[in-house]
Structure formats: C-alpha cells, structure tokens
C-alpha cells in the first residue's frame, strides 16, 4: 500500500511507521519536522506545516491517509479537499464523546460536549462532524488516557518522579473515579491493522482494565519499590481538576473496546505494560 502520515513525529507515530514497514508499505510522512525528520531511505519524508496546505504532496493517489494531528475541523476539512485517497483513517480520542451518563462508552455513544476537555474536545468533535459529512470511505479511532515511552503529556513520569523521591502525590477528589488507559504501542497496532484493511468507522482503543487513581499510584509504587504519599485535594474534584497537581481528573472515563479485538486486537495488560515501559524507560528518566 502506499500511505501518507500526516504528522507523526513522537509518540505514536515512530511506533507505527515501524508496524507499517513490517508489511513493506510505501510511507510518505509529512509534518514540520520539529522533532524526528530523520526515518531512513524507507521513508518518503517531506517537510511541511498541514496549515499551509499540502502542495508539497504531488502523488495522484494514497491508498491510504493517516491523520495523526488534526485537532480542527477546518485541517480535516483541507486534507480531504486537498488529498487523493482511497481511504481516510483519523486518529481521534475518547474524549470526543459527550459527558457520559453511562458507562463504558460504547462507539454508538453520542459525540458532543464534555466541558472537562475543553477546546480539545471540540475542536475533535468537529473534525469527525467533517468526516461523516464528506461521505467518504474513512474509519475514526478513539484512544483513552495513552500511555509509553517518551509520552509527551507529563503522565507516568510525573508520577514515577513522585514516588522515587517521596513526594506527596495530590489526587483530586477522593481519587475513586474509575479511569482505563492504553499504551502507545496498542494504538499503533490498531492504527496500522484499520489502514491495511481499510476497516470503516469508529473504534474505541482501550485495555481491558479499569482502575482506580488511587490504585493507579500504588500500583506504580509497587513498581518503583517504594509507597507512596497520597494526599488529596477535595477541590479539585471532577472538571476542577489542576493538571499541574496529578494528570488524570477524578471523573470517571471507560470505554468498551470489544470492537477493536474482534478484529483481533489484545491490548497489553496494565501492569505487564507499566513495568515493561517503567524498566526500560522510566527508571531511566527520574
């Protein structure tokens, strides 16, 4: 197949052009080249910034389109006007879906407002409004809270610091909210087996467990082989939440992920995931 990236630069991007390149595909990669520009002779890399438009991309046709970075309805709306494809795959979030009365989510609950996320959530929500009215061949995947090496959101190395250093760990509201996670190299997995099939629609990526915050911190205390120091912050309960404080919000955020792994998807265990990622990168970083 020939696939075009757009973004892809950290993160899960490297991750999944590795899964790609398994398969032998031809992978443009266009993004700014800020961060990672250098992928190999295996790799048609074109610097660009997708705001500017995709003149740089002369190719008649993609098999495949990737969007790893549309965060606006409008750059969703260029790349579909401006791009030549078969199939369209946007990488969104489980954040995108309205405040939920009921969980787990399910792909059938309705998208809207959840004021937790903010412009991210509208901003997503309408990039997939663009989607489902451009009537064209496109599928739409949904990760949860993503977690891995070289994460970008202050994650499990703000917490891993916390305990190797015996600081007081602030968990918002009484740290109960029951939340799930994923790690990067299962969403690559997923990304990579939906463009290959060229599946339609939407499609939560989510583990199989569902934890608490509270438990979350002591399971990666358990980890590092130290307890650590739970405090709470009773104010900064639910969309009070103070990202510098602890970086998941005490409200509740599951998702039902039985669509992916009737395609075959496993998503890594929790625990196996953390001490893997935690042995061979974050021991490293704190």
């Known amino acids: 197949m ?12 490297p991750i999944l052009v590795d899964e790609l390149l398994k398969n032998n595909h031809q992978i443009t990669i266009f993004n700014r080249g800020n961060i990672k520009s250098n992928y190999g002779e295996r790799i048609n890399f074109i610097k660009g910034d997708r705001n500017d438009g995709f003149r740089k991309l002369r190719k008649p046709i993609f098999d495949a389109v990737i969007d790893m970075c549309a965060y606006l309805s409008e750059q969703t709306k260029a790349a579909i006007d401006q791009l030549s494809f078969d199939f369209f795959l946007n990488v969104g979030t489980a954040a995108s879906y ?19 996320w903010g412009d991210y959530n509208k901003g997503k929500v309408g990039c997939e409004k663009v989607l489902r009215e451009s009537r064209i061949k496109f599928a739409t995947i949904r990760p949860v ?47 990579a087996l939906l463009a290959e099939g060229k599946k339609t629609g939407a499609f939560n990526c989510a583990g ?73 990168y974050y021991k490293y970083m704190i």
């Open 208 to 280: 199989d467990e569902i934890i608490s915050l509270v438990d979350l911190v002591n399971e990666m205390g358990k980890i590092v082989g130290k307890k650590p120091i739970i405090k709470f912050n009773p104010d900064a309960d639910g969309e009070n939440f103070k990202e510098g404080e602890f970086p998941f919000a005490n409200q509740s955020f599951f998702c039902s992920n039985k669509k992916l792994k009737k395609l075959g998807i496993e998503p890594t265990q929790l625990t196996k995931g953390l001490k893997e990622n935690y042995e061979n």
């Open 2 to 13: 020939d696939i075009l990236i757009i973004g892809g630069s950290r993160f899960i991007g």
């Open 145 to 191: 809270y993503v977690l891995g090496p070289k994460n970008y959101v202050d994650r499990e190395h703000f917490i891993y610091s916390k305990i190797k250093n015996q600081e007081p760990i602030l968990i918002p509201g009484d740290g109960q909210a029951l939340v799930q996670f994923v790690f990067a190299k299962d969403v690559a997995k997923s990304i």
């Open 98 to 116: 309205n405040m939920p009365q009921n969980l787990p989510l399910t792909e059938k609950s309705p998208l809207g407002d959840w004021s937790l």
